[in-house]
T-cell receptor
């Protein structure tokens, strides 16, 4: 079963624009992570935010977490064509073990 | 150092055959995870190891699937009597320890069952 649900399923923007993806989950978590995947193969870890954190930045990435709403958002600023990929949020339960992924958001950035 | 590696990168087999998929985690990572990803879906958890033991195999879909990690490093995912529905990308990941840590993923093995 998949806990996270990303929204939107697909997003198309122009280079230089910002891209915002949202993720909702169902159960309590220790942390939430965002991953990127190119061409349906290996995932690349982008950022991890812990349940006691509300916002985190890494380069052009900004992640927020609202545990009361069980939701997170990933903002990519000044997008580039190279940002074209699928983006997944992943949560771990209180047991803190394997990750539970959503279905992902497919981002397309055109130049 | 080297990342997580998986072999083969692609495997085509016939229905009913046996396959083995190999994962080499990052050296020193005690936790190893197997996921399966179908087209258009996110990865789904299969099994994870803490050291040599399978700490949680609740994601394995049925008893045709089995995984081992005999020396606490390399792991092999074994699928018996493959079915067309087993076709997917099988991803392996490792992390320094269980829980609350970034998982590093390999490139995956694309399994196609004809």
């Amino acid at each position: 079963s998949q806990q996270g649900e990303e929204d939107p399923q697909a997003l198309s923007i122009q280079e230089g624009e910002n891209a915002t993806m949202n993720c909702s989950y169902k159960t309590s978590i220790n942390n939430l992570q965002w991953y990127r995947q190119n061409s349906g193969r290996g995932l690349v870890h982008l950022i991890l935010i812990r349940s006691n954190e509300r916002e985190k930045h890494s380069g052009r990435l900004r992640v927020t977490l609202d545990t009361s709403k069980k939701s997170s958002s990933l903002l990519i600023t000044a997008s580039r064509a190279a940002d074209t990929a699928s983006y997944f949020c992943a949560t771990d339960g209180q047991a803190g073990t394997a990750l539970i992924f959503g279905k992902g958001t497919t981002l397309s950035v055109s130049s | 150092g080297a990342g997580v590696s998986q072999t083969p990168s692609n495997k085509v087999t016939e229905k009913g055959k046996y396959v083995e998929l190999r994962c080499d985690p990052i050296s020193g990572h005690t936790a190893l995870y197997w996921y399966r990803q179908s087209l258009g879906q996110g990865p789904e958890f299969l099994i994870y190891f803490q050291g040599t033991g399978a700490a949680d195999d609740s994601g394995l879909p049925n008893d045709r699937f089995f995984a081992v990690r005999p020396e606490g490093s390399v792991s092999t995912l074994k699928i018996q009597r493959t079915e067309r529905g087993d076709s997917a990308v099988y991803l392996c990941a490792s992390s320094l320890m269980i829980g609350g840590n970034e998982q590093f993923f390999g490139p995956g093995t694309r399994l196609t069952v004809l």
